[in-house]
T-cell receptor, first 110, second 115 residues
């Protein structure tokens, strides 16, 4: 089966940089996705890594190391609105089954 | 707005009852996914359909069933409801079913409360 591990909570200061790690175990790995979810809202797609390396999209970057079964989401220049839960998700299997981690609750403080 | 719609937004019912949740995917998307999210929990994958056919099954209880219709909308049926079924139920859609990057677009969710 699939399993993912990520920290349950992270606190960071406005304007700072925070890294949310994700380790996974799966077979038939295709890629690692990241989603953001504000309280009471729906998850929204942030990024996807299929190959090793860093993908940058504005203030957010995502990294993948397939050999280490590890990835992270990097958020720079933190803003109060970045307070949310961040989920890593593994795409795997012939029919692109997506398995989500438990989520990391990020609190940005002034 | 993701383009995925879900109805109803809220649902309150009693134990033992049966409810149906409805999802309309983004225009052109063939895959529909259902997820359950309990309080302070992650997203539990329930089931995936692609163009009307079941493609993957997660931790879906036998009391739950789903289908995808020819017009690609999907319904999730929950029966013999228990208190523990109270949760947010999300539907998501995507264009592809296999291979490369597959972004999922989530609907606003249906909040189910079983009393």
């Amino acid at each position: 089966g699939q399993s993912l591990e990520q920290p349950s909570e992270v606190t960071a200061v406005e304007g700072a940089i925070v890294q949310i790690n994700c380790t996974y175990q799966t077979s038939g790995f295709y890629g690692l996705s990241w989603y953001q979810q504000h309280d009471g809202g729906a998850p929204t797609f942030l990024s996807y890594n299929a190959l090793d390396g860093l993908e940058e999209t504005g203030r957010f970057s995502s990294f993948l190391s397939r050999s280490d079964s590890y990835g992270y989401l990097l958020l720079q220049e933190l803003q109060m609105k970045d307070s949310a839960s961040y989920f890593c998700a593994v795409n795997s299997g012939g029919y692109q089954k997506v398995t989500f981690g438990i989520g990391t609750k990020l609190q940005v403080i002034p | 707005d993701s383009g995925v719609t879900q109805t109803p937004k809220h649902l309150i019912t009693a134990t033992g009852q049966r409810v149906t949740l409805r999802c309309s995917p983004r225009s052109g998307d063939l895959s529909v996914y259902w997820y359950q999210q309990s309080l302070d929990q992650g997203l539990q994958f329930l089931i995936q359909y692609y163009n009307g056919e079941e493609r993957a099954k997660g931790n879906i209880l036998e009391r739950f069933s789903a289908q995808q219709f020819p017009d690609l909308h999907s319904e999730l049926n929950l029966s013999s409801l228990e208190l523990g079924d109270s949760a947010l139920y999300f539907c998501a859609s995507s264009a592809r079913t296999s291979g490369m990057e597959e972004t999922q677009y989530f609907g606003p969710g249906t909040r189910l409360l079983v009393l």
